[in-house]
């Protein structure tokens, strides 16, 4: 058994903007037990009307005010268009001591308006994970676990808010790398915004052409997926990259350069080939190494005598062995536990029974 945590715990959190990504960590703040409660705000009624019906917020508000000031955390997850506005919209009601993020696309931007409106609190943040369907009805909690979530604190950053935010990031499963706003945009230019623009390209190289469309399989389909999301939210996602997508697209245009001419030499084409493999396959993205694979129980346990014994005492008897222990939070009303199990069998075992005991459990497997 591994040494106990402390984690965050969230007394009230704000989920500012719930579609996909606002959603998702707010059913993970949930499902995970991080937040007592979690209030949903958005410029949609419909949205907020879906989102409550399934049972993704607590609580939802259709404007900025007084319910802001008992807000320990603040997530502003609206489109990146949206979020400078929503930022100073929410800013007169905020509670001095809240951890404020957000989780878009660009950091430079809006690090510096958040800066300037004087928000202490705030770390500017971005989740590598996402979907080309977004909406609330997208969400889920599993779409944030193993994803590389970057921070990018300033020079001013309070590095108490700093802290917090890792732990939520982590409480939320994720894996937080710390880079300045910069050395983030820069980054995701070649990994997350070149891409976007040349799935662009390709589709329209097979636009108005049926015999182009009929033949386009899976190859064409994976490297054009994400041509699939939010126009608008594309757009403004490159256009305010753009210095450091010129660049990108710079070194793009040297490296089709140099495979056109590679066409001549078939022995540089195939060293080009064995280096474009070797690379692709040990990304962790793709053989899912970044953090391994985990078998966690989250159990809720009233404000009792002896609660964890009675937990550890269940899980022993039936021969489970737990890992790793974390305390979640510990509340007036009780307290959280994650177990770390030793599989997806005794995730199910271990619920069952202490579902059985009486005790309020939320798994994964
Ligand atoms: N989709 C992805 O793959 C992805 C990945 C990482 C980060 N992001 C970032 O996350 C943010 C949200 O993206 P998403 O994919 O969840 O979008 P989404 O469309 O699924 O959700 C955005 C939500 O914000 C609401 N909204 C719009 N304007 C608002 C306003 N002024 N105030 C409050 N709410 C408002 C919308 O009604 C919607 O519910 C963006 O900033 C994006 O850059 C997206
Ligand atoms: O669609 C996906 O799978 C994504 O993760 C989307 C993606 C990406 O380019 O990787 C798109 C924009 C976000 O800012 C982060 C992630």
């Known amino acids: 058994m591994s040494e106990a945590s402390a984690s965050p715990v969230f007394d009230r959190a704000a989920i500012a903007g719930v579609g996909l990504i606002g959603g998702s960590v ?11 409660h979690v209030i949903g705000y958005d410029a949609s009624v419909e949205v907020l009307r879906e989102a409550e019906a399934l049972g993704v917020v607590d609580e939802v508000q259709t404007s900025p005010g007084e319910w802001l000031r008992g807000c320990d955390l603040v997530v502003l997850a609206a489109p990146m268009s949206a979020l400078a506005p929503l ?17 878009g696309s660009v950091k430079a931007g809006i690090a510096a308006e958040l800066e300037a409106l004087g928000v202490r609190g705030f770390v500017p ?24 979530w970057v921070l990018t604190p300033t020079d001013h950053t309070p590095l108490t808010a700093l802290s917090r935010a890792r732990a939520l990031v982590e409480g939320l499963g994720a894996a937080p790398v710390v880079m300045p706003p910069d050395a983030h945009d820069a980054l995701v230019a070649t990994v997350s915004h070149l891409p976007y623009l040349v799935s662009l390209a390709l589709t329209h190289m097979v636009a108005r052409d049926e ?56 022995g540089e084409l195939l060293m080009a080939a064995s280096e474009g493999k070797r690379t692709r396959d040990s990304l962790p993205v793709v053989r899912r190494s970044l953090l391994p694979p985990k078998h966690d129980l989250v159990v809720a346990v009233p404000d009792k005598p002896n609660q964890i014994g009675v937990v550890t005492q269940a899980l022993g008897a039936a021969g489970l062995n737990i890992k790793d222990i974390e305390v979640l939070a510990i509340r007036e ?30 798994g994964r497997g």
Do not use: I, K
């Not at 943040?125 to 590389?148: C, D, F, Q, W, Y």
């Not at 069998?345 to 309020?360: C, N, S």
């Open 211 to 266: 015999r182009l469309s009929l033949l386009a399989a899976g190859g064409f389909r994976d490297l054009t997926r994400v041509a699939s999301g939010d126009p608008r939210m594309s757009r403004d996602m490159v256009v305010e990259n753009r210095a450091a997508l010129r660049d990108a697209l710079a070194r793009f245009r040297r490296q089709l350069e140099r495979l056109e001419a590679d066409l001549e030499q078939p």
């Open 26 to 36: 707010a059913l993970g703040l949930r499902q995970r037990l991080l937040a007592r």
């Open 125 to 148: 943040g971005h989740p590598m994970a996402g979907s080309e369907r977004g909406g609330v009805t997208h969400a889920h909690a599993g779409l944030l676990e193993n994803a590389v």
């Open 333 to 362: 009303e009780g307290g959280a536990l994650r177990l770390g199990l030793e599989s997806a069998e005794d995730v199910r075992r271990a619920a069952a029974l202490l579902r059985a005991a009486g005790f309020e459990v939320r």
């Open 87 to 103: 930022a100073r919209a929410l800013a007169p009601w905020l509670s001095p001591g809240a951890l404020v993020t957000d989780v």
